[in-house]
């Protein structure tokens, strides 16, 4: 079954860390970029980072670029975001998402993750 | 302040032919780089609408038609329905930033 299934979100204290999992199935996972886009509540989507297939290609948005890691571990078909120093600008739904191979959009999205970040 | 500029919102009866509008620059649409769109029903993950402008997913009504030109790209919904009631985002590619970026969403309401 083609599906994405985010984890690991939570409450989180200002200036703390988090680590997000995205659990992929239905596809060979190796094939494709992933991505992580976010959405904080009652507001629009933002890119935030990609990775490619290999784990080799790697690009972050500029407001998380220092703070946030992307990963993947294909032997076990998952995507990660390793969120460090987090402020409350940066509570939000996140959403996996499988880039279309030889384009830049997105065909298959997770559920979702909410993070909530307290001050 | 999003990259890209969408109305806030839109609305239409039943029906109706709508049209949303994703307004850029020379940096990404008016780049050449496509323009897609994507659905999100209320509480749900956004859904691919329309990629490379004008191409329909497999399984997405013909009433949902997309066209670009210049620095400008437009969503069409006809014969509009309840269903349809959501939020809209295009989404580009921006060479300045060298990033993804997406418009600010528009609400469709169905009166």
């Known amino acids: 079954q083609l599906q994405l299934v985010e984890s690991g979100g939570g409450v989180v204290n200002s200036g703390g860390s988090l680590r997000l999992s995205c659990a992929a199935s239905?596809?060979?996972?190796?094939?494709?970029?992933m991505t992580w886009i976010r959405q904080a509540p009652g507001k629009g989507l933002e890119w935030l980072s990609y990775?490619?297939?290999?784990?080799?290609?790697?690009s972050y948005a500029e407001s998380v670029r220092g703070r946030f890691t992307i990963s993947r571990d294909n032997a076990k078909d998952s995507l990660y975001l390793q969120m460090t120093s987090l402020t409350a600008e940066d509570t939000a739904v996140y959403y996996c998402a499988r880039r279309i191979r030889g384009g830049r959009y997105f065909d298959l999205w997770g559920q979702g993750t909410l993070v909530t970040v307290s001050s | 302040q999003s990259v890209l500029t969408q109305p806030p919102s839109v609305s239409g009866t039943p029906g109706q032919r709508i049209f949303i509008s994703c307004t850029g620059t020379?940096?990404?649409?008016?780049?050449?780089?496509?323009v897609h769109w994507y659905q999100q029903l209320p509480g749900t993950a956004p859904k691919l609408l329309i990629f490379?402008?004008?191409n329909r997913p497999s399984g997405v009504p013909d009433r949902f038609s997309g066209s670009k030109s210049g620095t400008s790209a437009s969503l069409a919904i006809t014969g509009l329905q309840s269903e349809d009631e959501a939020d809209y985002y295009c989404?580009?590619?921006?060479?300045?930033?060298?990033?993804?970026?997406f418009g600010g969403g528009t609400k469709l309401t169905v009166l």
């Open positions: 239905g596809f060979f996972f190796n094939d494709f970029f």
């Open positions: 020379s940096s990404n649409i008016g780049g050449g780089y496509h």
């Open positions: 990775i490619g297939g290999t784990g080799s290609t790697i």
């Open positions: 989404q580009s590619f921006d060479t300045s930033l060298t990033a993804t970026v």
């Open positions: 490379d402008n004008d």
